[in-house]
């Protein structure tokens, strides 16, 4: 049986439940679509960028540490030695949760992260020597240690933080490539299924009942002639 037999509403409601197909297919594509670029932002924001911000702060505070060690050895009281020892602790207190940061956060080994906090736990056996010189007053071999052992063991520290910083910039590219490649494959399949959508209707004359037909009667609509 030809479909142009059919009737008119079978043939409507073809049309329309193959368009809702067409529909459905586009919006569920891009539903997956979107939930992957979703996943790659969240990784991102999860991942590398709390690591990368966490661990740039502590350089940042290895770093005043490092000052402020130099304030212990250059002292001239015994109060000023400790103000710049409170200073330290404090500053060694907030290294130790940004380690914990980025312990839980970070998508390498965490290993990695263990010698880290061991390096810069084993720092302080350098700065009590240090500190035990100072409230001796033996200044000079105290402001030595710093200069050179100390300075030695912090540029050895922040090293191995650069390597964080630069494996945390990997992988933000990583999932930034990802998020790109879903947002193309998202306008690739809108653009397939708008296509074959726009070819649907430009063909979709087989819907519609013919205007002529071979068994019409030919109809003549001339006026009639009055004698």
Do not use: C
Not at 126 to 135: C, K, Q, S, T
Not at 179 to 200: H, P, R
């Amino acid at each position: 049986m030809s479909l142009f037999s059919k009737k008119i509403g079978y043939r409507l409601g073809l049309g329309f439940g193959l368009l809702i197909v067409f529909i459905i297919i586009d919006s569920g594509l891009g539903l997956l679509n979107l939930k992957s670029v979703t996943t790659q932002t969240s990784n991102i924001y999860n991942h590398p960028f709390t690591v990368s911000t966490a661990i740039l702060r502590v350089d940042g505070n290895i770093i005043r540490m490092h000052r402020s060690m130099k304030d212990v050895a250059l002292a001239r009281d015994k109060r000023s030695i400790e103000v710049a020892i409170q200073s330290v602790n404090e500053l060694e207190k907030r290294v130790f949760d940004d380690l914990d940061i980025v312990h839980e956060r970070f998508l390498g080994d965490k290993k990695r992260v263990d010698k880290l906090r061991v390096e810069f736990s084993n720092w302080k056996l350098v700065r009590d020597e240090v500190i035990a010189l100072m409230r001796r007053g033996e200044r000079e071999k105290a402001a030595e240690i710093t200069k050179n052992k100390g300075a030695k063991y912090v540029q050895k520290l922040i090293e191995h933080v650069e390597e964080f910083v630069s494996f945390a910039k990997n992988k933000a590219d990583s999932f930034y490539e990802n998020a790109q490649k879903s947002q193309k494959s998202a306008l690739l399949n809108s653009t397939i299924i708008t296509s074959w959508d726009g070819v649907f209707r430009s063909n979709s004359g087989f819907l519609e009942p013919p205007l002529y037909s071979p068994t019409h009667q030919k109809i003549d609509v001339r006026y009639p002639r009055y004698n």
